[in-house]
């Protein structure tokens, strides 16, 4: 079981930046793809970015590509999103989920761990 833990949301204006944490627990830490997905209101789970274990590829949605940057340390078995350039249309509940998969890194259901959420909030 790998268990996760988000952190870093809040309420920001629109161009503003925020950092989210995920801190991950559980066996075979650093042998674990990561991934980032958020979640509107009255939408489907939506795939930001994801990377691989090793942090050398990593992989993003166009809609956030240039603005968001993912990243890992797996010496604190901790995961990022650096989020810029922040935009209302990215106000969601974001997620952050592992696998052991290294294939359709972009939809959740290849993703049997998952955080509980935190809230990202963006005004114009």
């Known amino acids: 079981q790998v268990q996760l833990v988000e952190s870093g949301g809040g309420l920001v204006q629109a161009g503003e930046s925020l950092r989210l944490s995920c801190a991950a627990s559980?066996?075979?830490?650093?042998?674990?793809?990561m991934g980032w997905f958020r979640q509107a209101p009255g939408k489907g789970r939506e795939f930001v970015a994801a990377?691989?274990?090793?942090?050398?590829?990593?992989y993003y949605a166009d809609s956030v590509k240039g603005r968001f940057t993912i990243s890992r340390d797996n010496a604190k078995n901790t995961g990022y999103l650096q989020m810029n350039s922040l935009k209302p249309e990215d106000t969601a509940v974001y997620y952050c989920?592992?696998?052991?998969?290294?294939?359709?890194?972009?939809?959740?259901?290849?993703?049997?761990?998952w955080g509980q959420g935190t809230q990202v909030t963006v005004s114009s």
């Open positions: 989920a592992a696998t052991f998969q290294h294939y359709a890194l972009h939809s959740p259901t290849n993703y049997p761990y």
């Open positions: 559980g066996r075979i830490l650093s042998t674990y793809y």
């Open positions: 990377i691989a274990w090793s942090g050398t590829s990593s």
